[in-house]
């Protein structure tokens, strides 16, 4: 936000593929001294095992999830 850049991406579907290419994106554009904090609601696509396996291969990203229910 303080650079004033966002990165986005647009899909037909919302399954764990295309999340773990979003991530990667962000990867490519987030210089590598700098972490990544995401956002995300509890959907299972968010916590699929090749979105465990993209984390463990990029430690930088921290991911934090909104509580269960807490949009209504």
Do not use: Q
């Not at 590598?32 to 696509?45: A, P, Q, R």
């Amino acid at each position: 936000m303080a650079a004033g850049m966002v990165i986005h991406s647009m899909s037909k579907h919302h399954r764990t593929v295309e999340f773990v290419k979003f991530l990667r994106t962000i990867d490519r554009n987030i210089p590598d001294d700098l972490d990544v904090h995401v956002i995300l609601d509890n959907v299972s696509t968010h916590k699929a095992p090749a979105v465990h396996t993209f984390l463990l291969r990029h430690p930088r990203f921290h991911l934090h999830f909104t509580p269960t229910y807490s949009c209504s």
